[in-house]
């Protein structure tokens, strides 16, 4: 792993990761204004959230993107032949056991909600991930900012690495409350090598920081670059 501007860094204040297992799908359907502005159907969301109730989990909350925020890695996207992540739509499923979280796709009410969005969406991304890292666990009881940043990189250990080393970064100068890193299992779809999953109280506490901190780029995306790590971060609200 390389270093860049070290005297930057922040040492993260890290939980040990739970044994959660996640089921996660995404779905592009709605359109983008300007590439960072989604526009997601207004009726898909809901009947998905209504579809949610009848899956038994710890949580099932459905979730519609309003913003993405400056991220890294188009060029390394590119050159690997992969899409960039632009999924307004998001089903997001808490398991108390990644055993749960595979049991729990098979299930009918999890495959009727699953084909509802698929057969709207041009296009899924589906995973059953376990929890990799944690900053404190995601608050979905209130309605705050919502994080999914989906990470790509030829070397997912150095990938790990990279987003415990920038983390600090975002508690520090973002008051960044917690995060959930969602790691897909090894025969899972391999276009991200991990998912964020965070929150943030309002806009207020992050947005002013990515757009006008300089060491969010001298040290965040700086660091991204510098070991091949593409992060495609979008802010989502829960429905």
Known sequence: MELINDHLAAK???????????????????TWRGSYFASPPAQLPAHLKALATGIEAREANVFRAVLRTPGEGDELLAARGLRPARYDVVVLIRTASVEAALALRESAAYKELAQ?????????????????GRLG??????????????????????????????????????????SAL????EDEPADYGLVNHASWPNWRTFLPSLIFRPTFRSFVLANFKANGVAAQPIIYRRV
């Not at 940043?149 to 100068?173: I, M, P």
């Not at 969602?182 to 299992?185: D, E, G, T, V, Y």
Request: charged share 20%; glycine share 6%; aromatic share 12%.
């Open 137 to 178: 666990d995601v608050d979905h009881s209130q309605d705050h900012c919502f994080l999914f940043n989906y990470f790509y990189a030829d070397d997912r250990e150095t990938l790990l690495k990279v987003w415990e080393y920038t983390a600090g970064w975002f508690q520090a100068k973002t008051a960044l409350p917690n």
């Open 12 to 30: 993260a204040r890290l939980l040990p990761p739970t044994g959660d297992g996640f089921l996660m799908l995404a779905g592009e359907v709605g």
């Open 182 to 185: 969602m790691r897909p299992l």
């Open 116 to 132: 509802t969005l698929r057969a709207a969406a041009r296009r899924t991304h589906e995973i059953v991930a376990s929890n990799a």
